[in-house]
């Protein structure tokens, strides 16, 4: 019986609070920083995606069977 009453004494309130705050974090969405941040990785991912079509375009007109070799 002293575990429960331990458990919804100490650890139910602590564990509450933290739920509901990350669950209100989580309604207020992006906020600009994280939203600018975001949109940066995503420039730089297209870039890299860009980047990787080039490289492995050359890749296959230099050395048509590199993908098997890898």
């Known amino acids: ?3 429960v009453i331990i458990f919804m004494v100490i650890v139910a309130p602590i564990w509450l609070v933290l739920h509901y705050r990350s669950k209100r974090q989580v309604s207020q969405g992006l906020s600009e920083e ?3 941040q ?3 990785l995503s420039e730089m991912a297209d870039k890299m995606s860009e980047r990787i079509q080039t490289l492995e375009a050359i890749l296959d007109a230099e050395t048509p069977d590199w993908r098997s070799k890898v």
Request: net charge negative; hydrophobic share 45%; glycine share 0%.
């Open 34 to 36: 994280e939203y600018i």
């Open 1 to 3: 019986m002293a575990p």
């Open 38 to 40: 975001l949109s940066e």
